[in-house]
Structures are given as structure tokens and as C-alpha cells.
């Protein structure tokens, strides 16, 4: 793809994203709250926006990891999947400037730490050490495990 093939696609990308966050997003919050979806989502599983926001997000990075492993997308295609992450990106952004992603700052308004013994180290990661990869918890749960698919 040349430059300016790839400007006019990704401007393009852009825009699709874009009206995709308006629309849903009108589906998705309530008057008041542009991030009810999450911070309501955080109240119903006692966890964080930003743990609901990580498990949204994440579906739809696994279903692009998929792809790229060679895999098929039966339900959206490979676009979609990509407009749909972008718009989690600046959702997550949002939240992060609304300063709603840390346990300790929902635990204020009712929500309690998922992981109360502290043994997961992607919410109590140990000072010591850096938390895993997304590789070693992909093969850890069994993601990726198996062989290439074929188209």
C-alpha cells in the first residue's frame, strides 16, 4: 500500500469509527453517563470499569489475533473487528481520564477487588516482578495452543 493509498484508507478507518462510537454509544450509556455501560458493569461483577472495559476490549483483540493467526471470523469481518478497537481504545482513554480504572478508586463507591487474597497477578501484581505477558497468559488458558488454521 502506498502513502497515499494508506492515508485515504486510514482516514477512512477513522470515520467508521467514529460514527460506530456515536451510534453505539447512544446504545450503550444513559443520560447522564457517556460510560454507564462499564461503570454499571463494574457495579453488577463488584470489579472496575476498567476490568469490564480490559474483558470488552479483549474480545474483540482476540478475535484480530485469530485472523492473523490464519483464522476465520464467521460473525464480523476483519474491518469491523478493527473499527469496534478502535472505538474500545478511546472508551478506555476515556476512562482512564475519568480516573475510573484503578480497584481502589471503585472500591470508594462499592465495588470490591476481584482477587481479595491477592493472587492474581494482573490485578495485585508483585512489586517485585512484572506482571505476564499476554503470551505466557495466552498459554497459560490455552489461547494459541494450537496449530496455524488454514483458510
Not at 38 to 55: E, S, Y
Not at 75 to 101: K, P, Q
Amino acid at each position: 500500500m502506498n502513502h497515499n493509498d494508506f492515508k485515504a484508507y486510514a482516514e477512512d478507518l477513522m470515520r467508521d469509527a467514529l460514527r460506530c462510537l456515536h451510534e453505539k454509544n447512544a446504545d450503550y450509556s444513559d443520560d447522564k453517563d457517556a460510560l454507564f455501560n462499564f461503570n454499571f458493569g463494574a457495579k453488577l461483577t463488584q470489579t472496575t470499569p476498567g476490568i469490564v472495559w480490559t474483558v470488552y476490549a479483549w474480545k474483540q483483540f482476540a478475535a484480530i489475533c485469530e485472523f492473523m493467526r490464519g483464522g476465520e471470523l464467521k460473525s464480523e469481518n476483519i474491518r469491523s473487528r478493527f473499527v469496534d478497537l478502535i472505538c474500545y481504545a478511546v472508551l478506555g482513554a476515556a476512562l482512564a481520564a475519568d480516573g475510573e480504572v484503578s480497584v481502589a478508586q471503585s472500591e470508594e463507591h462499592g465495588a470490591v477487588s476481584p482477587d481479595v487474597g491477592g493472587s492474581n497477578p494482573l490485578t495485585h501484581p508483585n512489586k517485585d516482578s512484572n506482571p505476564p505477558s499476554f503470551i505466557a497468559l495466552q498459554a497459560k488458558y490455552g489461547y494459541g495452543a494450537t496449530e496455524k488454521k488454514s483458510k
